[in-house]
């Protein structure tokens, strides 16, 4: 009964944080459209009409990915097939009508820079989850030393994406918080929040009219993500939960930067980093989960040499079970 009401508590505990995370990005939506509108800062009705028909979609592929290893599992499925085929469509629809109606070149040039720092990063994260105390924790084996490795490894990353950034209109953008958030997310308050202390006090030291703002979405990250951690049964979340809180996180981090810094820098700011650093954060926290997922189920499957011997013991215990046959036919033999 105690188990039960634990996990219960968990349950609305993410409800409540998911809650104030949506309602601080509709918060956020509805600052930028009265700021724009009002001051008629090149962004129209049309443009907002725009990106909601985006993320609409989007959602909705989302949501159709999700359901397809569901349909795969009840066999040869042609719905399976056709449901990739219907995605395939819809991206390419959407890249065609968002790519005429943009100059291509200007627009995605910043994010294929963002996304080539992003890859260097999870290069580093990748090569790291091949050591022993990376995977000791990814099978929920929690120890001082394996703690301290993750801590001292996540916060030179860490560092490393605060310094490595695109600039967009002189305004720098980066996947800081994205790190700090797996690496909650990944080894909870022991990892994640020492994590976020360290990358955001190295945020402030760089100074600016937004460094305070970003120091502190930089610890929040790192306690958002090791709270999250503890409320999941200390494992990390599920591929979509980790991407929806990364999203709803980015959009709390900017409505901080618009809360903690005059308007007339704020806004500006936004406008030119928040598009890119969603797609990073989005899409960092997508490769990431995939490669933990496929790490957890290739240090679960057993090793030949594994396989070998439990086909060994096997065959020893169905030895035994002859032998001891044998031996009552003995003696009934005898009798």
């Given amino acids: 009964?105690?188990?039960?009401?634990?996990?219960?508590?968990?349950?609305?505990?993410?409800?409540?944080?998911y809650s104030l995370l949506i309602i601080s990005n509709i918060v956020l939506l509805i600052g930028l459209i009265s700021h724009f509108s009002k001051f008629g800062i090149?962004?129209?009705?049309?443009?907002?009409?725009?990106?909601?028909?985006?993320?609409?979609?989007?959602?909705?592929?989302?949501?159709?990915?999700?359901?397809?290893?569901?349909?795969?599992?009840?066999?040869?499925?042609?719905?399976?097939?056709?449901?990739?085929?219907?995605?395939?469509?819809?991206?390419?629809?959407?890249?065609?009508?968002?790519?005429s109606k943009i100059d291509a070149k200007t627009y995605f040039g910043p994010y294929l820079e963002m996304f080539g720092i992003l890859c260097g990063v999870l290069i580093f994260l990748i090569l790291a989850t091949n050591l022993?105390?990376?995977?000791?924790?990814?099978?929920?084996?929690?120890?001082?030393?394996?703690?301290?490795?993750?801590?001292?490894?996540?916060?030179?990353?860490?560092?490393?994406?605060?310094?490595?950034?695109?600039?967009?209109?002189?305004?720098?953008?980066?996947?800081?918080?994205?790190?700090?958030?797996?690496?909650?997310?990944?080894?909870?308050?022991?990892?994640?929040?020492?994590?976020?202390?360290?990358?955001?006090?190295?945020?402030?030291?760089?100074?600016?009219?937004?460094?305070?703002?970003?120091?502190?979405?930089t610890v929040l990250s790192g306690v958002i993500g090791s709270l999250t951690f503890i409320w999941n049964d200390k494992k990390f979340p599920k591929t979509l939960h980790a991407i929806l809180l990364m999203f709803l996180f980015t959009g709390f981090d900017m409505l901080l930067v618009v809360t903690l810094s005059p308007p007339d820098i704020s806004f500006p700011f936004i406008q030119n980093i928040y598009p890119i650093m969603l797609f990073a954060s989005v899409v960092g926290m997508l490769l990431f989960s995939i490669v933990i997922k496929e790490l957890k189920e290739h240090i679960n499957q057993p090793s030949i040499e594994e396989e070998k011997i439990k086909e060994l013991e096997n065959k020893l215990e169905g030895y035994d079970k002859e032998i001891e046959k044998l031996k009552n036919e003995i003696k009934n033999l005898k009798k």
């Fill in 1 to 17: 009964m105690t188990e039960k009401k634990f996990k219960i508590s968990n349950y609305w505990k993410m409800n409540i944080l």
């Fill in 42 to 99: 090149g962004i129209s009705l049309e443009t907002f009409q725009d990106i909601a028909a985006a993320i609409a979609t989007l959602s909705i592929l989302g949501y159709v990915s999700g359901k397809l290893p569901k349909i795969k599992n009840r066999g040869n499925n042609p719905l399976y097939g056709m449901s990739y085929i219907l995605i395939m469509c819809v991206i390419g629809i959407m890249t065609s009508y968002f790519g």
């Fill in 132 to 217: 022993k105390s990376f995977k000791e924790i990814i099978l929920g084996n929690f120890t001082k030393k394996n703690q301290l490795k993750c801590l001292i490894i996540f916060a030179a990353i860490g560092l490393f994406a605060s310094y490595a950034h695109v600039t967009v209109n002189d305004t720098p953008a980066n996947i800081r918080c994205l790190i700090v958030m797996i690496s909650g997310l990944f080894g909870g308050p022991v990892v994640g929040i020492p994590v976020g202390l360290i990358s955001g006090a190295y945020r402030f030291t760089l100074g600016g009219a937004t460094a305070l703002p970003c120091a502190i979405s």
